[in-house]
């Protein structure tokens, strides 16, 4: 696609249930990145893909938090027993290179609350 | 581990005229990559400006230039002749040695006012 796209844009889900966001990159790129967004502070990395290499999952904060990138294409970030904590927004990036030096392209990002 | 500092949470400025975000980092790394995103209200991160560490001349894109004072570790976005549409969170970013990852500050709220 012309740009990184993510659904759903807003999502609003209860606490305890699971939630799963989607990504889809720029197609060609092969790298992939999730942020989080908490209200008032900058982005926090969560985790890194880079085609079929070991994604870097050095950034997600519980195990309650996982991500797959299904044929080295669209990545789906999902968040079980979601607590009010969570509420954020989760911005996916992808890029060309190999190396963030070349900063990323982001998408739109998905709104999370947690009631 | 690194850190990236904005210290104006919110600045203003007039339409037309020029306004300097400061940002300031810390690093151990020799060679490294900083940049300045700007976020609209429509949440899309957008990539203004890119430095590289090793380079002592500025990068400036059009209207955007920066202030790379590598001793000092400091990267301030000048931005000229602003515009309405300039109005954003701007985020200082660096890249964070023998990772992928992009180290971002807490932003910058910048209001135009016409």
């Known amino acids: 696609g012309a740009g990184v796209s993510q659904s759903p844009s807003n999502k609003v889900t209860e606490k305890g249930k699971d939630v799963e966001l989607r990504c889809d990159p720029i197609?060609?790129?092969?790298?992939l990145y999730w942020y989080r967004q908490s209200l008032g502070q900058g982005l926090e990395f969560l985790i890194y893909?880079?085609?079929?290499?070991?994604?870097?999952k050095s950034g997600l904060p519980s195990d309650r938090f996982s991500a797959e990138r299904t044929g080295g294409s669209v990545s789906t970030l999902t968040i079980q027993r979601t607590q009010q904590e969570d509420s954020a927004v989760y911005l996916c990036?992808?890029?060309?290179?190999?190396?963030?030096?070349?900063?990323?392209?982001f998408g739109s990002g998905t709104r999370l609350t947690v009631v | 581990a690194q850190t990236v500092t904005q210290s104006q949470p919110e600045m203003s400025v007039q339409e037309a005229e020029t306004v300097t975000l400061s940002c300031t980092y810390d690093?151990?790394?020799?060679?490294?990559?900083l940049f300045w995103y700007k976020q609209p209200p429509s949440r899309q991160m957008i990539l203004v400006i890119r430095?590289?560490?090793?380079?002592?001349q500025n990068a400036t894109e059009n209207r955007f230039s920066v202030n790379f004072q590598k001793a000092a570790k400091s990267f301030s976005l000048k931005i000229s002749d602003s515009q309405l549409g300039d109005a954003a969170m701007y985020f200082c970013?660096?890249?964070?040695?023998?990772?992928?990852?992009?180290?971002f500050g807490k932003g910058t709220k910048l209001t135009v006012n016409p």
């Open positions: 990036a992808s890029s060309q290179h190999t190396g963030s030096r070349y900063g990323y392209t």
């Open positions: 197609s060609g790129h092969t790298a």
């Open positions: 893909f880079q085609g079929n290499s070991a994604p870097d």
């Open positions: 690093t151990s790394e020799s060679d490294y990559y």
């Open positions: 430095q590289e560490a090793y380079k002592q």
């Open positions: 970013a660096q890249t964070q040695g023998g990772s992928e990852k992009l180290v």
